[in-house]
């Protein structure tokens, strides 16, 4: 019998420790006999890589901003993320449409109502059921401290538009998660990402292990060192 795909984002205000654990996750699903694509927003195609380097480098204003990230979003669920989910994959991505709602919405202040009319724009008609708006199956959140943070990122690569924000950016960003969490409570699990890894790394296996999504040995083992 087939198994359904399972659409899994991650997200987090940067320097959280997302990109940190998806990489084990994979492992971990790949060991139970799934097929994984792992990929990230902005980016995940050629064409939305072209975008992600325009956002995270080029000056803009909001509106350009959110435009360019909804067409990365909409080539990218063309391309990947939608087929892979036909074919029954777990996608696991870096990033996606609460980041939008978090950063540009809150961060920057931008109307929340345009991004949600772009955001329907974007994600609807690209799956089998032409009216479904492509969502998340579940969104794991990585709820840290703007201020810790900060600290992991001194010097750990220079910073980009983004990274380069005050941290009161961050505590918008931040706050903006923490309402999109309270908002569909179902679809979020929020991790206590102020942890060491190996304890966050538990955390996180713990979320699939209750799902059913994955056996309970690999709460157990595995993850960043
Ligand atoms: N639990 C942890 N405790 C301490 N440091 C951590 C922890 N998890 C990750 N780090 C370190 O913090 C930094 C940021 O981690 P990582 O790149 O995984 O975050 P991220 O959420 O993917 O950030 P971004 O979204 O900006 O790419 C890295 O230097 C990483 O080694
Ligand atoms: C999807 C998305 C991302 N961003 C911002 C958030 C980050 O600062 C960068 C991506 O960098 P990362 O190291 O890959 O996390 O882009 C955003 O502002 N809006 C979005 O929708």
Known sequence: MSRPGLFITFEGIDGAGKSSHIEGLAAAFRTQGRT?????????TPLAEKLREMVL????DALT?????FAARRDHL????????ARGEVVLCDRFTDATFAY????RGFDLGVLSTLERLAQTGLAPEASLMREPDLTVWFDLAPEVAAERLVGARVPDRFEAQPVEFFRRVAQGYADRAAAAPQRFARLDAAQDRHRVWQQLTSVFVRKGWLAIMVATQGGPQ
């Open 104 to 107: 540009q919405g809150a961060g």
């Open 65 to 69: 901003e959110s435009l360019l990230i």
């Open 57 to 60: 480098n080029d000056p803009m």
């Open 36 to 44: 994984v694509t792992v990929s990230r927003e902005p980016g995940g």
């Open 78 to 85: 063309r391309n990947v993320i939608e087929p892979a989910l």
